[in-house]
Each structure stands twice: as C-alpha cells, then as structure tokens.
T-cell receptor, first 114, second 113 residues
C-alpha cells in the first residue's frame, strides 16, 4: 500500500524566511502528487499539483514544489513567507490514471511569526 | 466554482446515538469521499464512492457506513457513535474530467460525549 510521510509536524519561522516542507511517498509506479493547504477556519484547498512534465511545479501564492522521482519526493517551497502563510499543509498522492483515491501525509503545521 | 457543502459545521452527540453526516456537491462529480482528520494523522479515508449506489471501503471503515442514492449526495452514517469517533469529518468530490483533483467541503466537527 502506498504511504506518504511529511517530515515535520510543526514549523515555526519568521516573516521573510524561506520555507521548505518535505514529502516522501512509497510507491514505485506512476503517481499524481498534490499539496493542499488549510488556513485556520477554512476549507482544505489545492496549492499545486504535479501530473507529468516539468518536475518543478508552480502553484498559488508563490509556492512551488519539485518532484524528484529518484528520491520519491515532492517537497514544497516558498522563498519568503508571510504571516498569512500560517496554515496546515498536506501532501497527497494518488496512483495516476489508475486511481481516484488520495493518500495524505500527516500534515505540517506552519506558524509564521510577524 | 465547485461547491461541496456539508450539513453541519459542529455537531455534539451522545455515545450510542446514530449520526448522519450529509455532503452535497454541485459539479456532477462521479467520485465522492469521506475522510476524518485528526491532529498528526492527516486525513484518513473512511469510504468513497465512484458512482451512485456504489461504495468502497477506505483505510478506516470500521464503525461507519455510507449511502449514495443520488449522484450529488453522499452520506456518512455512524450506527452507534463512540467517543473515539470524535473528530473532524471532511467530504470531498472529484472527477476524471478534472484529473481527479479533489474538492473539499468545510468539514463537520463532531464531538461524541
């Protein structure tokens, strides 16, 4: 069975700092990869996704993620965070065209101090 | 915009009660999902459905059942609520036509006392 692990449960940083959240998955076949974000009191919403092509994916709000197939990783990055990036971030994987289920990581709570 | 709505934002029930959580989506999506979200565990799939009257168990189906009588509506049922079912419940929908990107509802925070 596929699994998804996020390395950090909690991250605290100051505004303008750079952010990188790790995500690794365990599945050897074709995968679709997602990062979702949940701002306090809001719906879970899609930040970015990777299906194929350029492994560097750009999403909303200045976020990007890089798919490294050899490392089974899909790390999320933002060069300079803002207080409004305080949220919980979830990495998710599905089995490409063969699957419609998502497997989620445990989430990373990010607190950006003003 | 896709809209997924859930019947309640907050719900308090007593142990042993039967609980119904309703989810409605307005985008004609084939797939619908129920997750529970617990701190440190992320989202865990309870059940999903890929068509009307079809259902599949997810990773943690014990203590739950589901019903999908209409394409837009997917219900989660707790036959006899227990305190370990206190959680945030999230509904989502998706479609192959949107590359199976899942759209989420606002969630129902259920407390079982």
């Amino acid at each position: 069975a596929q699994s998804v692990s996020q390395h950090n449960h909690h991250v605290i940083l100051s505004e303008a700092a750079s952010l990188e959240l790790g995500c690794n998955y365990s599945y050897g076949g074709t995968v679709n990869l997602f990062w979702y974000v949940q701002y306090p009191g809001q719906h879970l919403q899609l930040l970015l996704k990777y299906f194929s092509g350029d492994p560097l994916v750009k999403g909303i709000k200045g976020f990007e993620a890089e798919f490294i197939k050899s490392k089974f990783s899909f790390n999320l990055r933002k060069p300079s965070v803002q207080w409004s990036d305080t949220a919980e971030y979830f990495c998710a994987v599905n089995l490409g065209a063969a699957g419609n289920k998502l497997t989620f990581g445990g989430g990373t709570r990010v607190l950006v101090k003003p | 915009d896709v809209k997924v709505t859930q019947s309640s934002r907050y719900l308090v029930k007593r142990t042993g009660e039967k609980v119904f959580l309703e989810c409605v989506q307005d985008m004609d999506h084939e797939n619908m999902f129920w997750y529970r979200q617990d701190p440190g565990l992320g989202l865990r799939l309870i059940y999903f459905s890929y068509d009307v009257k079809m259902k599949e168990k997810g990773d943690i189906p014990e203590g739950y059942s589901v019903s999908r009588e209409k394409k837009e509506r997917f219900s989660l049922i707790l036959e006899s609520a227990s305190t370990n079912q206190t959680s945030m419940y999230l509904c989502a929908s998706s479609s192959p036509s949107t590359e199976n990107e899942q759209y989420f509802g606002p969630g129902t925070r259920l407390t079982v006392t």
